[in-house]
């Protein structure tokens, strides 16, 4: 959603997560004690926090990314199904997928090449906005001990 480059898949095994981890030297965020005690300690972070958005306000603290998020230009630049990058999309390329209504009340979308998701700018977009712009706006040295 803020656009940076995860990975997630409900059935990696913890194998893989711990190779993907290693190989591509990306950070393994979990709150599967046993997986994080396996992993590379350098690109592991056991998650505290249960709630979902509880768990991005930790990580983006942690990681320092409240400005990354805070620039905005990256908000949604990633597809939310397989992280792909989206493109954007003329009127006329839309897919007849998309219903007339979304057509007639949007003008600007998005495409993800890979799995072939459309998106668009509807109600949900500026309140998801406004409240990552509440957990980018926390102090970015504060970290979850």
């Known amino acids: 959603m803020v656009g ?5 898949k409900s059935d990696y095994s913890d194998e893989e997560l711990r190779s993907i981890s ?6 393994l965020l979990t709150r599967d004690r046993v997986l994080f ?11 505290q926090a249960i709630l979902p958005q509880e768990q991005l306000e930790e990580v983006v603290k942690n990681f320092q990314l409240g ?8 908000f949604l630049s990633r597809c939310l ?20 209504s979304i057509k007639v009340r949007h003008n600007e979308f998005f495409f993800c090449p ?26 970015p040295d504060t970290r979850f001990a």
């Not at 940076?4 to 997630?8: A, G």
């Not at 290693?22 to 950070?27: I, V």
């Not at 459309?118 to 926390?138: I, N, Q």
């Open 22 to 27: 290693s190989a591509e030297k990306r950070f």
């Open 67 to 74: 400005k990354w998020i805070r620039n905005g230009e990256h």
């Open 4 to 8: 940076l480059d995860c990975l997630w």
């Open 114 to 139: 890979t799995c072939q998701r459309v998106y668009w700018k509807g109600s949900h977009f500026d309140r998801t906005k406004e409240w990552l712009k509440t957990v980018s706006d926390a102090d």
């Open 37 to 47: 005690e396996k992993a590379d300690p350098d690109f592991a972070y056991y998650v």
């Open 81 to 100: 199904e397989c992280n792909t990058l989206v493109k954007s999309l003329q009127m006329g390329q839309l897919p007849e997928s998309v219903p007339e």
